[in-house]
């Protein structure tokens, strides 16, 4: 499936500059209240410039939106032929809240995901043709497979898939009482007594259609192990099923890997142990150390930094971590993409739920 | 013009019942102890997956505008000593992971729409484009009345769960979608309820460039 455009937005930036930030080891995380305004630990939390934690009505990061959906190339989004996928874990739930705590009623036309979505397609002039899709962090690759679908079943001309999540105390609290957010900054992949994950703004687009500026995306697979809710299978069955059908589509190629990679020590080692024995010797990568977790924005948000980081000849390293790693193939450091031909790309998601696919490019 | 078979309907009318009497009532389906922590929308959506029984290889298509608005809206009564247990069953899709989890039954593919006015047109379109030679196409609400009259519920809960192939035979009826020059409509996922409840006909555009054609057989 051909990429026409893509783009994200983090707390450095767009996409260009995000990975020139990473390529130099810059961490967008820094410790803050967990609950904002009303306190808790210090965690590891990247928001973008200016922006509080404790939601504003309307939202501070409906400016980011703006000027992410200005960065689409035009068309008629939304009308029968140009179909539009928003994704999202979170939507607007910090807005609902912010309440809970205040009983603003302005907060109310961000609070549920049909409000939010609502506004930004009259916001952003789209027509109706807009879908919805939330699958925790696997959202964004849902939204990609099911235009990818809809665009090869001959059903539209060109699709747009925009995903989107801004942290709030709603999800730095379930995080944090999940005891997964804590004081330490996120070590992707490093072997460490505690793991630790850190929490990010993100936000990212992607044209799809018949032109693709020399890159596309294939082997989009799905698997949702239902083992447990926040745990995956012992042995790494739920990661295989997902990389199985990528690394047959990636035979004969050169690739990288960008992992999911949260700093979560039992998941990231199944994880990098799978890609291990899928894709021998090619070198894994996981941004979240300095990005956080993007949430259900992630799958799409780091696949226009990988596009970003091939356009520009050099691979972001795996920032926050260092040897000794679960595998001795994490790259910690920048690496040439020249002699590369593919980045094979990997999400994962409460219930586990696992969505990967193969970027190609010419 | 996309269509399949329907091949098995099952549906949840429980309109006003509260979550307690739901758990009551349809405790007897769920592995001993599952139904303690569920929702009510988890119990519903249950019920009628159950004589479906979901496999690997069915794709599993599912449609919620109000999700988990009873997890939600406890979880933020929890702050601020936030509860781990209501945060992970407050995510949209968490009524089919708390039944499939429950049955440690894995699905290869899951799709989990929103939205309101289109969102039975596009996880109607997913189901029909799903590759499988099987797809679930599942959906509901659960009822609650959320403090501060905030609209961040549904006012009565439902549920229902499709079967649907490619084989005309012994089939139910039929769901299509059709290509349509009509450059907008809408159909509610309320509405799309009552009419397989009703087993009633629908023929509407549903979104731009989309016409829903249900017939019953």
């Known amino acids: 499936m051909p990429i026409e455009a893509a783009d994200c937005r983090t707390p450095f930036g767009d996409a260009r500059a995000t990975c020139d930030a990473l390529r130099a080891g810059r961490r967008a995380l820094t410790l803050q209240p967990v609950l904002g305004e009303a306190g808790g630990d210090a965690v590891p939390l990247a928001t973008l410039p200016g922006r509080r934690l404790d939601e504003t009505a309307p939202p501070a990061w409906l400016s980011c939106l703006d000027g992410l959906a200005g960065a689409v190339p035009a068309a008629p989004w939304g009308d029968a032929r140009h179909p539009v996928f928003v994704t999202s874990s979170n939507f607007g739930v910090g807005s609902l809240y912010a309440f809970s705590r205040d009983q603003d009623r302005r907060h109310l036309e961000f609070c549920t995901p049909f409000a939010l979505v609502e506004g930004l397609r009259r916001r952003f002039g789209w027509g109706g043709n807009v879908a919805v899709l939330s699958h925790a962090c696997v959202s964004a690759h849902l939204g990609l497979r099911q235009a990818s679908r809809v665009l090869q079943a001959g059903r539209a001309e060109r699709a747009l898939v925009f995903t989107f999540d801004f942290i709030s105390p709603f999800v730095a609290g379930g995080f944090h009482a999940l005891k997964i957010l804590n004081p330490e900054l996120p070590a992707p992949y490093a072997v460490r007594p505690t793991g630790s994950i850190g929490l990010g703004d993100g936000a990212a687009f992607a044209v799809l259609g018949r032109n693709g500026a020399g890159f596309s995306l294939s082997a989009q697979t799905l698997h949702n192990e239902m083992h447990h809710f926040t745990a995956n299978r012992a042995g790494g069955a739920g990661f295989a099923a997902a990389l199985e059908p990528v690394a047959a589509a990636a035979r004969g190629r050169r690739v990288w890997l960008k992992g999911h990679g949260t700093g979560t020590l039992d998941a990231g080692r199944l994880e990098a142990e799978a890609f291990a024995r899928q894709f021998p010797g090619a070198p894994l990568v996981s941004w979240k150390g300095a990005l956080g977790h993007t949430l259900g924005s992630c799958g799409l948000v780091e696949l226009a930094l990988a596009l970003a980081a091939v356009r520009g000849g050099e691979a972001p390293g795996t920032v926050g971590s260092a040897p000794p790693c679960f595998v001795d193939t994490v790259a910690t450091a920048p690496f040439a993409t020249r002699d590369y031909d593919g980045v094979v790309l990997a999400s994962n998601a409460f219930g586990g739920a696992h969505a990967a696919c193969l970027l190609t490019h010419d | ?217």
Do not use: K
């Not at chain 2, 429950?102 to 289109?118: I, K």
């Open chain 2, 1 to 217: 013009m996309i269509e399949r078979h329907l091949h098995a309907l099952q549906f949840e009318d429980p309109g006003l019942e509260e979550t307690a009497a739901t758990r009551e009532r349809l405790r007897a389906l769920f592995p001993r102890g599952a139904t303690r922590r569920m929702t009510q929308l988890g119990l519903l959506l249950g019920s009628v997956l159950d004589p479906l029984h979901p496999a690997e290889e069915d794709a599993l298509v599912y449609a919620s505008s109000f999700g988990e608005s009873r997890a939600l809206h406890d979880y933020l009564a929890s702050f601020p000593t936030a509860s781990p247990t209501l945060f992970q069953t407050s995510i949209h899709p968490s009524a089919i992971q708390q039944v499939l989890v429950a049955r440690q039954q894995p699905v290869r593919e899951f799709f989990p729409f929103g939205g309101r006015a289109q969102l039975v047109a596009h996880a109607v379109e997913a189901a029909l484009l799903a590759p499988s030679p099987r797809t679930i196409l599942c959906g509901g609400e659960e009822r609650i009345l959320p403090p501060g009259d905030s609209g961040t519920a549904s006012p009565v809960g439902f549920a229902f769960a499709l079967a649907l192939g490619a084989d005309r035979a012994a089939a139910l009826g039929t769901l299509r979608l059709e290509e349509s020059p009509a450059p907008a409509g809408e159909l509610a996922l309320a509405e799309f309820f009552a009419a397989l409840r009703d087993r009633r006909p629908l023929d509407q555009p549903v979104a731009p460039g989309m016409r829903l054609v249900l017939t019953w057989l």
